[in-house]
């Protein structure tokens, strides 16, 4: 028996987009994949002994892409820590404004994300496949409309969050800023654009995606294909909700296998480390780690749009409930297992979204002028989930009797998938080389396999990407390197 | 001639601050015209379409990353150094993709644009703080913003 252990020094870690480690076995066929994704250090060395009230203002600014996904675990992990429950109105408000985020990030995401796979086509040139190119292939007006849509979500969040970079309106027990009814009459205006517009995307999916059998082969194919549990909040129907509810797992075969609060999340999450990554893989603690494999056996478990809608019996609104219908019937039931339907689902999500705005200003409610409770408790521990545009978000603070934090633990959404990413990568790299041939279009195919997941690759820093584009190393049986692929950089 | 001077950067991230310190530094000892604006943020991706739009000179401060970095190395480059392929994800929508974008959006972008990037030794723990080499390339960044201003005024 021949036992070649090969170890990735963990000290190189990542610096760069995405650096993918593929080693063959003595046949030429992949025996291991491993994706380095850039993780969140020192979270808690930097809470500690900071006024637990200033943690949504600042936690925003992890992340540069979705700073309200964020701010809002964080609101709410407040309330919890001072145990006082937001009014009724301010409830609203922060669904309203987190389901604008939702629908500004899903529609972009996905012309850009979804895109260039689908709507340019998997085996076009590099240089095509990306917004552009799509933009090429569907017109100037699309192009345009998304970016008019993102701009006028991004406006009302400015408008009752503050204008400033970062939102800044959730406070423990409530909102700071309320909403008048001019200003409701015109967002109305807005959302139901929003619901037009998430509609048209779904059209557009459903003519360049769906129509071409071509397309539809590489969603249901069994590349990306993986039976695994699945995680989201819902709502007390079992409906999806990105801003507040229960956690619900459900397994491969789309059983109900746990719900809970959130606060009971340690109880159903661990952590499991691995050699050659920095990153702490959470997995199922009731079902246990079996490595980067699927199926009921194994407790890795994946979060995001597809793994929501699987997680649930159903959307909240009558057009994504719809959507939902149709997405299950075209890929043969519930739950589905198909990497790529994340995009599909994803535009699920952004049509509920706006449907949910909708419905949430058309509660006169909303401009009620009771917007907080005052905190009276003593705080000691509080936990705030949100399901982010990436998964479910968990803020965690523990703090002595004046709320300085103690003790602080943040699992951000890319990191439930972490797991869930390498083993698509496996797949995906296992299926396309054979026998040590490395085709031309595989760095492609693999980086479909984790895109669909929309990771966070250190989504929280700017810098420019230097010299350092997607590498893919191809190691023979003895370790050695024998192929590099690279994501261009000109 | 509307200008804009960029600095781009998320200060919770030690050395990746370092375009928000600058602008913080230019807005306190400098004396610009005023069609020249200082801007910094933490913005990411395609937002930074909106706050580049209508200019048409453009200074961006970045950190860049680099698999050995010189910390506080400071490299000038031209939009066509910087990648415009897209990378994996729409987090990294890179300055050149954005004014593409923008132009084929009818968006009024930027013609003239350097970027000042400089090397930074860490940028993926959360702390606040510059490290001491990045910290002491802010006078070198400042007068490499004033050369590239005085150039562009010549010509």
């Known amino acids: ?490 | 001639m509307k200008t804009l001077i960029l600095g781009l950067g998320n200060e919770l991230f030690g050395d990746d601050g370092i375009g928000i310190h600058v602008i913080r530094e230019l807005k306190r000892k400098s004396d610009f015209k005023s069609n020249i604006d200082l801007i910094e943020t933490s913005y990411s991706g395609l937002a930074l379409i909106d706050v580049i739009a209508d200019y048409e000179r453009l200074i961006i401060i970045d950190t860049i990353k680099k698999e050995k970095p010189n910390p506080g190395n400071i490299r000038i480059l031209d939009l066509s150094q910087v990648r415009h392929v897209p990378g994996p994800s729409p987090h990294y929508v890179s300055f050149p993709q954005i004014i593409a974008l923008g132009k084929k959006l009818g968006l009024k972008m930027p013609t003239l644009v350097k970027i000042i990037a400089v090397e930074a030794k860490n940028i993926y723990i959360l702390g606040e703080g510059l490290s001491p080499e990045v910290k002491c390339a802010i006078p070198g960044i400042i007068k490499k913003v004033k050369d590239i201003l005085t150039d562009w005024e010549r010509k």
């Open chain 1, 1 to 490: 028996m021949n036992n070649k252990r090969i170890t990735i020094d963990p000290i190189t870690r990542l610096e760069g987009h995405g650096k993918i480690e593929i080693f063959l076995d003595e046949q030429g066929n992949v025996d291991k994949a491993f994706l380095q994704i850039p993780e969140l250090r020192g979270f808690e060395q930097f809470a500690v002994g900071r006024p637990a009230e200033e943690m949504p203002r600042i936690t925003p600014r992890i992340c540069g892409v979705c700073p309200t996904a964020h701010h809002m675990a964080s609101t709410k992990a407040l309330d919890d820590l001072y145990k006082v429950e937001p009014t009724p109105t301010a409830k609203k408000l922060r669904e309203f404004i987190y389901s604008t985020f939702m629908l500004e990030d899903h529609t972009l995401h996905f012309f850009f994300l979804g895109g260039p796979d689908f709507v340019v086509g998997p085996h076009a040139p590099a240089a095509e496949r990306n917004i552009l190119g799509v933009i090429n292939k569907v017109g100037l007006e699309i192009g345009k409309k998304v970016i008019q849509i993102r701009k006028q979500c991004r406006d009302i969040i400015s408008y009752l969050c503050g204008k400033v970079i970062h939102p800044v309106c959730g406070l423990p027990g409530g909102v700071s800023k309320g909403l008048t009814e001019e200003d409701r009459k015109k967002f109305l205006e807005i959302a139901k654009t929003g619901v037009e517009f998430a509609q048209f995307a779904l059209k557009i999916f459903d003519d360049i995606v769906l129509k071409n059998k071509e397309y539809v082969d590489i969603i249901i194919g069994d590349i990306y294909f993986h039976r695994t549990y699945y995680m989201g909040l819902v709502d007390k129907n079992n409906k999806v909700n990105f801003y507040d509810g229960n956690i619900r797992i459900v397994d491969p075969n789309g059983k109900e296998f746990a719900k809970f609060k959130p606060q009971e999340y340690l109880n159903h999450i661990a952590e499991h480390v691995e050699p050659w990554s920095y990153i702490k893989f959470p997995y199922l603690r009731k079902v246990g780690w079996k490595g980067f494999t699927d199926g009921e056996e194994s407790g890795i478990y994946r979060v995001a749009p597809l793994a929501r809608l699987n997680a649930s019996d159903g959307m909240a609104t009558p057009l994504a409930q719809e959507a939902y219908e149709k997405m299950y019937d075209t890929l043969g039931g519930k739950p589905a297992h198909n990497t790529l339907a994340f995009h599909w689902a994803r535009l699920i999500e952004a049509l509920y979204a706006a449907e949910r705005m909708v419905e949430l200003l058309e509660d006169k409610e909303i401009i009620d002028p009771n917007i907080r409770n005052i905190p009276t408790e003593i705080p000691k521990e509080g936990i705030g989930v949100v399901e982010a545009p990436r998964g479910t978000l968990i803020h965690h603070y523990k703090t002595d009797e004046k709320g300085i934090i103690t003790e602080a633990n943040l699992i951000v959404a890319t990191l439930n998938n972490a797991a869930a990413i390498n083993m698509s990568i496996g797949r995906a790299a296992e299926k396309l080389i054979k026998k040590g041939d490395v085709s031309d279009g595989i760095l492609n195919m693999i980086e479909m396999a984790f895109r669909a997941y929309d990771p966070c690759h250190a989504c929280a820093t700017h810098s420019l990407p230097g010299d350092m584009p997607l590498i893919v190393n191809i190691y023979n049986a003895n370790g050695k390197l024998i192929h590099q692929l690279k994501r261009n950089m000109k």
